[in-house]
């Protein structure tokens, strides 16, 4: 097959009566191991294979964007053939096919340290993944997050599946006019020059999935992307079957209006759940990735009342047994709502089969129904989920503070939402010269044991000399990268011959290069380091100690104010002063991504504080011995520990924006001219900065370690993962069993909660009370038709605030002494362990078999 893809001269016509083929690569037998090699993507984070691709046809290679898929069905027969005579090749296409062949059949770390549960299955569900550039249907951080997760997943043995969608056009192609306008455009993703499959039936056909939606029907197509040991299923409504409308479900990421939007998530979230049951893939827990997917809940719930017979209640308890959910953003506006109109236009039909009212079905997506006209993704996913995390320490605080009203009288540290917090797939994003340092002085091991410290601790055995060689090499590479790049968007965009020529002039390969790339929104304040215009050209015009900024990011489409921010920096550019010193890259993607976090010296991220929930790129930039230069926002209030980066500012904030801005712009200014700037240009007799790599390594050791999704998949297996499955598979057990009875118990304590009420309460509190002393409390209620096995009866103790509540507390449990008449008495005690004005509360909460069970609404205060 020798199919030119990227042959934009072609001529325009109306097609009739087509007659439709598929080719496929004609390879030399010698050559089939390429085929397997290049349909899993473990290709990508194995240099080895990368390096097999590339030398087949480099040309093909950046023709294809590094997609080994295509590059085997344009390369010509001639070479192929050429190839199959290379011994040398052909060596190393075996090498390849066997390291391979072992990565797929070795012991992992689930095999080892989870062995009694390797009969469980995980679904991981996200509205984009983002695995390697060739694959674009991802927009960002959400679906970088994703694949890496993926990665490491199949890195670690996990028994998971991906469900996800696949995208005709992806997200928008990033295009810059001379001005700095942004501009979007849609490339098609031709489907079979990537690494997928579809999914077959036993008969050979494809597997088609049915979601009935009103008005009409959708029919999906299933493909399989294989990662590694993981199985990415992605859904696909573009083909025949269907209507134009419903094959433009899967034509945009986050495309569309309102209604096309519900629809995609439809697609997610029912068709995912469907997808599969037809696949008879039974997941044991089901983890969401974002609101998106939370449809699914739902979908699970009409399967279990309409196939299994389950009450609403039990459908609702199991499916919340086997549910997680993973929340991203730290602002409401960012949450997926749709308006209860357009949200019953296609669920009305559900509630009726559920039993339940309206008003009950619309409350499970709000915090209450008479006050909200919205139906909210995030909402549902806390109501009928297990478990719930954000992606940073500082991200579950402010999420618990967003989310306390489903919860309404408990207490904001108390909502039932902790955190994981993000990391990398450390094998995709190190650069091959890094990779080969750490596989030289710290031993093969650290690519399977991303996470072990000690391994880590071995990068001060790099000799000063070898890793600043290696770093100035990509320092080097990123320029050439931007240059070549730089000098391609001025042509495309019409620049006269003089500023295309400029483009090779830009930038200088020893400077203090500062790196700059994310989403352009408003708050991750693309524009902050410009804020002093005077300033910030003093320092990038110092001759003697020259500093320059690599720019990239994209602004969503209908972002104005994000499209304003690049077009100002783009203009700053053009500054006779600036032009060679700051330098906006269009179209950042992964491959634009790879390139900046290995070549920088500094990455900065300055977003407003505390509206970053994590942030990764700050991440992947530290594996490369970039150092990080940050507000203490996301994942860096965690990672920073004084000397292994910079931190811009402090954690202060301040209700005027403007002066926020302000203090913080300072603050970069003050930090570059004061220590990063002096250090980087301290210079041995050698030239080579050993204070600055002293800082290098000390990141990478104390960064590398933590900041992996090697670590975080282990830390969602034993935190989530295995007692969700666990609680489960108990009340799936015997037709249900279990599952109906908690649903009668919960049933129970809503009818009688209203009688719960305290009788009287006494203690031995006088004015004074000395450090060490008990108070001794004792409790008389009223419970109704409850019996003491169903509450927990607590007492709430702390420093008091001005209003005379309880801020800082502590929790002891009372335990039942005696019954008198319809009464229970409990008693309990205090130790006082704190000086000051404090005070005491008791509460009753619901309890099923010992545990706390955080209903909403569910909560009884003295």
């Known amino acids: 097959m020798n199919l030119d893809l990227f042959n934009e001269n072609q001529e325009t016509y109306t097609a ?59 390369i010509s027969q001639e070479k192929l053939a050429e190839l199959s005579e290379d011994d ?21 770390w689930y095999s080892d340290s989870c062995a009694d549960y390797t009969n469980l299955k995980f679904a991981y569900f996200s509205t984009e993944f983002a695995l390697h550039e060739s694959i674009p249907i991802y927009s960002g951080g959400l679906g970088i997050l994703s694949g890496d997760h993926l990665k490491s997943a199949s890195d670690m043995g996990l028994p998971l599946v991906g469900v996800g969608l696949l995208y005709r ?33 036993d008969d050979g056909s494809n597997v088609i999935i049915e979601i009935d939606i009103p008005v009409q029907k959708i029919y999906a197509r299933v493909w399989k992307i294989q990662v590694g040991r993981v199985s990415l299923y992605l859904l696909d409504t573009d083909f025949s079957k269907n209507p134009k409308e419903v094959r433009e479900i899967t034509g945009q990421l986050y495309g569309g209006d309102r209604d096309m939007r519900i629809r995609q998530e439809i697609l997610l979230g029912i068709g995912g759940v469907k997808l599969l049951k037809t696949l008879k893939i039974n997941p044991d827990v089901i983890h969401i990735n974002e609101g998106h997917s939370a449809f699914l809940l739902l979908e699970k719930m009409r399967q279990h009342i309409e196939d299994d017979g389950l009450s609403f209640e039990t459908a609702f308890q199991i499916v919340k047994s086997e549910s997680m959910f993973t929340t991203h953003t730290p602002v409401p506006a960012g949450n997926e709502v749709f308006m209860n109109d357009l949200f019953l236009k296609y669920f009305e039909s559900m ?34 989920t297990n478990k719930a995390n954000g992606v940073s320490r500082l991200h579950a605080t402010i999420a618990r503070d967003m989310w306390k009203n489903i919860w309404p009288q408990l207490p904001k540290k108390e909502v039932p939402i902790t955190h994981i917090t993000n990391g990398i797939h450390t094998n995709t994003w190190i650069s091959y010269e890094f990779s080969r340092l750490f596989d030289k002085y710290l031993g093969a091991s650290w690519k399977d044991e991303p996470a072990d410290h000690t391994i880590w601790d071995r990068i001060s055995h790099i000799p000063d000399a070898e890793i600043w060689r290696s770093h100035e090499r990509r320092r080097e590479r990123l320029v050439s990268f931007a240059r070549s790049r730089l000098r391609c968007q001025l042509e495309r965009s019409g620049a006269s011959q003089k500023v295309i020529n400029y483009a090779e002039e830009v930038l200088d390969p020893e400077a203090l290069t500062i790196g700059f790339a994310r989403r352009f929104a408003l708050y991750k304040r693309g524009n902050l380091i410009f804020k002093d215009l005077i300033r910030i050209k003093k320092i990038l015009t110092n001759k003697e100690f020259p500093v320059q900024i690599i720019i990239a990011g994209k602004a969503h489409p209908q972002d104005n104010l994000g499209k304003a921010i690049i077009k100002d920096i783009i203009s700053l550019s053009k500054d006779p002063d600036l032009r060679h010193k700051v330098v906006f890259l269009e179209e950042y993607d992964v491959n ?20 970053e929930a994590s942030g990764t790129s700050g991440m992947k930039a530290a594996v490369n011995g970039v150092i990080n230069f940050s507000i203490l926002d996301g994942w860096w209030c965690e990672g920073y520990n004084g000397n292994n980066g910079w931190a811009i500012g402090s954690i202060n904030q301040y209700p005027d924006r403007e002066y926020q801005d302000e203090v913080e712009s300072k603050a970069i200014y003050e930090t570059l001219e004061n220590e990063i700037i002096p250090l980087f240009f301290t210079r041995g007799q050698d030239g080579i900065p050993r204070a600055w790599i002293k800082k290098m390594k000390l990141s990478m050791q104390t960064l590398g370690p933590v900041f992996n999704t090697n670590r975080m998949i282990e830390e969602y297996t034993k935190k989530f993962y295995l007692p969700i499955a666990m609680e489960y598979n108990k009340l799936k057990k015997n037709n249900f069993e279990l599952a109906n009875k908690k649903a009668e118990w919960i049933k129970n304590v809503y009818n009688n909660w209203n009688f719960v009420k305290f009788i009287s309460v006494n203690d031995n509190i006088v004015d004074e009370l000395k450090v060490s002393n008990n108070i001794i409390v004792q409790a008389k209620l009223y419970l109704g038709s409850l019996m003491p096995d169903d509450v927990s009866i607590q007492i709430y103790s702390g420093y008091l605030d001005k209003e005379q509540v309880v801020s800082s507390s502590t929790i002891d449990e009372m335990r039942l002494v005696s019954k008198e008449d319809e009464n229970y008495v409990f008693e309990g005690k205090v130790l006082i362990d ?28 003295l």
């Not at 089939?32 to 093909?60: G, K, Q, T």
């Not at 040398?88 to 992992?108: A, C, G, I, W």
């Not at 634009?592 to 509206?611: Q, S």
Request: charged fraction near 25%; charge should be positive.
């Open 169 to 201: 056009y992806g997200y928008f192609k990033q295009l810059l006019s001379l001005d700095g306008l942004q501009q979007e455009e849609y490339n098609e993703n031709n489907f079979l020059c990537m690494p997928l499959q579809p999914v077959k039936n």
């Open 88 to 108: 040398s090749f052909v060596s190393h296409m075996e090498r390849v096919k066997n390291d391979l062949d072992k990565y797929m059949t070795m012991k992992t």
């Open 592 to 611: 634009v991504a790879h390139y900046l976090v290995e070549g920088a010296d500094i990455w900065l991220n300055n977003p407003l504080r505390p509206e």
């Open 834 to 861: 704190k000086v000051g004005r404090c005070g005491y509360t008791l509460r009753v909460l619901p309890q099923y078999y010992g545990e706390i069970q955080y209903i909403p609404e569910i909560i009884r205060w």
């Open 351 to 384: 509630y009726k089969k559920f039993g339940i009212s309206r008003e009950q079905f619309l409350k499970l997506g709000s915090f209450s129904v008479k006050d909200s006209k919205d139906f909210s993704m995030t909402v549902l996913a806390l109501r009928v």
């Open 16 to 74: 009739k009566n087509v007659k439709t083929f598929i080719g496929i690569p004609n390879l030399p037998e010698g050559l089939h191991p390429l085929i397997v090699i290049a349909n899993n993507m473990w290709w990508c984070w194995n240099s080895d294979a990368v390096e097999l691709f590339r030398r087949m046809d480099r040309y093909l290679w950046e023709k294809t964007y590094h997609s080994p898929k295509a590059v085997l069905g344009m």
